[in-house]
C-alpha cells in the first residue's frame, strides 16, 4: 500500500502511526505543504491520504495559500476518487471545510488530555467499534467544526467542542483529537509559538509546566486507542484495494 500524507509543519508528522506503518509494509510519502512542496498531479496513484495538524486555521488562505489546493485535492480525493481518507486535528477541519462544511474559533481551546464521548453511532463504526466511552485523548485545538458536511456521521464529541470525531461516507474520518502522539509530542510543539501561546492560555503556567509528565503517563493507553484506529483504518484500505 502507498499511502500520501500532508504535513503543515514539520514536527506534526504521523507519529506513531509510522510505527505501525512500518509493521504493514506501507510505503508512504510526506508533502511538507508549509515549505512549499507540490501536491503530486496523480492522486490515484495512492491507496490513502492522511493528513496531519499544524498552527494555521482553515480560513487563513491569504497568509497560506496552499490551503486552497490542499482543500480541492481533499475533495478530489475522498469524492471523486472515493479512497480512504484521515485527517487529524487541522486535517480534521480541512476535510470538513472542503465538503462544505464550516471551520471557525471554537468558544475556547482544548489543551491536553481530555476525556470524549462517543456517539451511538460510533459502536458499529470501523475505527471506533470497541472502543470505551469516555475516551481519553489528547488535545491542541483552538478551532472546530461548527457545521459539518451533508453525509457526516458524528463519533464523538466534547461539551466545548460537539464535533471530535466524524465520518463522511464509508471511507473518509476526521479526528479534531490527536492519537499519533510520541514521548516527544509536547516539547516540540511547545516549541511552536501559535501552540504555546494556547497552552498557557488554556491550561496556565502551572498545570502547563506538568503537562510533558503527564502525558507521558498516559501515553501506553494513548498508543493503544492509536494501534485500535491504525489496525481500523488499515482494514478499510485493504477492502477499497480488494
Same mark, same amino acid.
Given at each position: 500500500?502507498?499511502?500520501? #500524507?500532508f504535513?503543515?509543519v514539520?514536527? !506534526?508528522h504521523?507519529?506513531v502511526f509510522?510505527?505501525?506503518?512500518?509493521?504493514?509494509?506501507i510505503?508512504?510519502?510526506?508533502v511538507?505543504?508549509d515549505?512549499? !512542496?507540490?501536491?503530486?498531479?496523480?492522486?490515484?496513484?495512492?491507496?490513502?491520504l492522511?493528513v496531519?495538524?499544524?498552527p494555521m486555521d482553515?480560513?487563513?488562505?491569504?497568509s497560506?495559500p496552499?490551503?486552497?489546493p490542499e482543500m480541492?485535492?481533499?475533495a478530489?480525493f475522498?469524492?471523486?476518487?472515493q479512497?480512504?481518507?484521515?485527517?487529524v486535528?487541522?486535517?480534521?477541519q480541512l476535510?470538513?471545510?472542503a465538503l462544505?462544511?464550516?471551520v471557525?474559533?471554537?468558544a475556547g481551546s482544548e489543551v491536553?488530555? &481530555?476525556? #470524549?464521548?462517543?456517539?451511538?453511532?460510533?459502536a458499529a463504526?470501523?475505527?471506533?467499534a470497541?472502543l470505551?466511552?469516555?475516551?481519553d485523548?489528547f488535545?491542541?485545538?483552538?478551532?472546530e467544526i461548527?457545521r459539518?458536511p451533508?453525509?457526516?456521521?458524528p463519533?464523538?464529541r466534547?461539551?466545548?467542542?460537539?464535533v471530535q470525531?466524524f465520518?463522511?461516507g464509508?471511507?473518509?474520518?476526521?479526528?479534531?483529537?490527536h492519537?499519533?502522539? &510520541?514521548?516527544? &509530542? #509536547?516539547?516540540?510543539w511547545?516549541?511552536i509559538?501559535e501552540y504555546a501561546a494556547?497552552?498557557?492560555?488554556?491550561?496556565?503556567?502551572?498545570?502547563a509546566a506538568?503537562?510533558e509528565?503527564?502525558?507521558l503517563?498516559r501515553?501506553?493507553?494513548y498508543?493503544?486507542?492509536?494501534?485500535?484506529?491504525?489496525?481500523?483504518?488499515l482494514?478499510v484500505?485493504?477492502?477499497?484495494?480488494?
Amino acid at each position: 500500500m502507498n499511502f500520501l #500524507v500532508f504535513q503543515h509543519v514539520d514536527v !506534526e508528522h504521523p507519529g506513531v502511526f509510522r510505527d505501525f506503518w512500518r509493521e504493514a509494509g506501507i510505503r508512504w510519502q510526506a508533502v511538507e505543504l508549509d515549505q512549499g !512542496e507540490p501536491i503530486p498531479d496523480d492522486l490515484s496513484a495512492f491507496d490513502a491520504l492522511v493528513v496531519m495538524g499544524g498552527p494555521m486555521d482553515v480560513w487563513q488562505v491569504d497568509s497560506h495559500p496552499w490551503l486552497v489546493p490542499e482543500m480541492t485535492a481533499i475533495a478530489h480525493f475522498v469524492r471523486d476518487l472515493q479512497r480512504p481518507f484521515l485527517g487529524v486535528c487541522l486535517g480534521h477541519q480541512l476535510l470538513a471545510q472542503a465538503l462544505g462544511g464550516h471551520v471557525a474559533l471554537a468558544a475556547g481551546s482544548e489543551v491536553g488530555p &481530555t476525556p #470524549v464521548e462517543l456517539t451511538a453511532a460510533a459502536a458499529a463504526d470501523a475505527l471506533f467499534a470497541g472502543l470505551p466511552s469516555p475516551l481519553d485523548t489528547f488535545q491542541w485545538h483552538s478551532a472546530e467544526i461548527q457545521r459539518l458536511p451533508e453525509g457526516s456521521v458524528p463519533l464523538a464529541r466534547t461539551d466545548l467542542c460537539e464535533v471530535q470525531a466524524f465520518r463522511w461516507g464509508d471511507r473518509a474520518w476526521g479526528l479534531q483529537f490527536h492519537g499519533e502522539i &510520541t514521548p516527544d &509530542t #509536547v516539547r516540540e510543539w511547545g516549541a511552536i509559538p501559535e501552540y504555546a501561546a494556547s497552552l498557557q492560555a488554556a491550561l496556565g503556567p502551572a498545570r502547563a509546566a506538568t503537562l510533558e509528565a503527564d502525558v507521558l503517563a498516559r501515553l501506553p493507553g494513548y498508543q493503544r486507542t492509536a494501534r485500535h484506529f491504525s489496525d481500523g483504518f488499515l482494514r478499510v484500505v485493504k477492502s477499497v484495494r480488494a
